[in-house]
C-alpha cells in the first residue's frame, strides 16, 4: 500500500543550525515527491518537487532535499535555519491509486525554533 | 499565489446542523479536492473533482457530500454535523495533464470549522 511517514512530529533547533526532516514512502514505483511548508494559520506552500533526474533538488527559501530510492526517503534539509523558519513541514507522495493527480501526505513534522 | 478562496474562514455550528463549505478558484484547473487536517493525521482526502459534476470519494468520505456545477466552485456538505468533523478543511487545485508539475497541488487558505 502507498504510505508516507514522517517519523519525527516535533524538531525544536537553534536559529542557525541545520535542519534535516526526514521522510520515508512506500510506493510502487517512481514516486513523484513533495514537500510543503504550512505557516500557522496559513494554506499550504510548496517548497519543492522531485520525480526524475538530479536527486538532489532545490527548492524556495533555501531548502533542499535528496532522493534517495534505496532508502525509499526524500529527507528535507537546511544549512542554517531562520526563526522564520518554524512551520509545520508535510511530506507527500503521489500519485496516488487511481490517477487525477492525488497524493498521499505524512502526519508532519512541527517545527519549533529557538533564539 | 493561486487563486484559490475558501469561505467561510471560520464557523461555529451545532451537532445536526447541515455546514456547507465553498471552494472558489480562479485557476481554471481541473481537479479539485478537500482535505481535513487534523493533528498527527496530517491531510486527509474527504473528496475530489476530475471535471464538472465529476467527483468521487476519497480516505474519509463517511459523513461529506460534495458537488461541483462549475469548473470555479467546489462545494463541501456536511448534511448532519457531529463533533468528530471539528477539523480545519483545505480546498486544493490541480492542473490535469502528464509530468511532475501537473500533479503539484496549490491550496486554498483553509476554514476552520468547529461543531459543538
Known amino acids: 500500500a502507498q504510505s508516507v511517514t514522517q517519523p519525527d512530529i516535533h524538531i525544536t533547533v537553534s536559529e542557525g543550525a541545520s535542519l534535516e526532516l526526514r521522510c520515508n514512502y512506500s510506493?510502487?514505483?517512481?514516486?513523484?515527491l513533495f514537500w510543503y511548508v504550512q505557516s500557522p494559520g496559513q494554506g499550504l506552500q510548496l517548497l519543492l518537487k522531485?520525480?526524475?533526474?538530479?536527486?538532489l533538488v532545490q527548492g524556495i527559501k533555501g531548502f533542499e532535499a535528496e532522493f534517495k530510492r534505496s532508502q525509499s526517503s526524500f529527507n528535507l534539509r537546511k544549512p542554517s535555519v531562520h526563526w522564520s523558519d518554524a512551520a509545520e513541514y508535510f511530506c507527500?507522495?503521489?500519485?496516488?491509486?487511481?490517477?487525477?493527480?492525488?497524493?498521499?501526505f505524512g502526519a508532519g513534522t512541527r517545527l519549533a525554533v529557538h533564539p | 499565489d493561486a487563486g484559490i478562496t475558501q469561505s467561510p474562514r471560520h464557523k461555529v455550528t451545532e451537532t445536526g446542523t447541515p455546514v456547507t463549505l465553498r471552494c472558489h478558484q480562479t485557476?481554471?484547473?481541473?481537479?479539485m479536492y478537500w482535505y481535513r487536517q487534523d493533528p498527527g493525521h496530517g491531510l486527509r482526502l474527504i473528496h475530489y473533482?476530475?471535471?464538472?459534476?465529476?467527483?468521487d470519494k476519497g480516505e474519509v468520505s463517511d459523513g461529506y457530500s460534495v458537488s461541483r456545477s462549475k469548473t470555479e466552485d467546489f462545494l463541501l456538505t456536511l448534511e448532519s454535523a457531529t463533533s468528530s468533523q471539528t477539523s480545519v478543511y483545505f480546498c486544493?487545485?490541480?492542473?490535469?495533464?502528464?509530468?511532475?508539475?501537473?500533479?503539484?497541488?496549490?491550496f486554498g487558505p483553509g476554514t476552520r470549522l468547529t461543531v459543538l
Open positions: 486544493a487545485i490541480s492542473e490535469s495533464g502528464q509530468g511532475v508539475s501537473y500533479n503539484e497541488q496549490f
Open positions: 510506493y510502487g514505483a517512481t514516486p513523484y
Open positions: 522531485y520525480f526524475s533526474g538530479d536527486t
Open positions: 507527500a507522495v503521489g500519485p496516488f491509486s487511481g490517477g487525477y493527480n492525488k497524493l498521499i
Open positions: 485557476e481554471n484547473h481541473r481537479y
Open positions: 473533482s476530475y471535471g464538472v459534476k465529476d467527483t
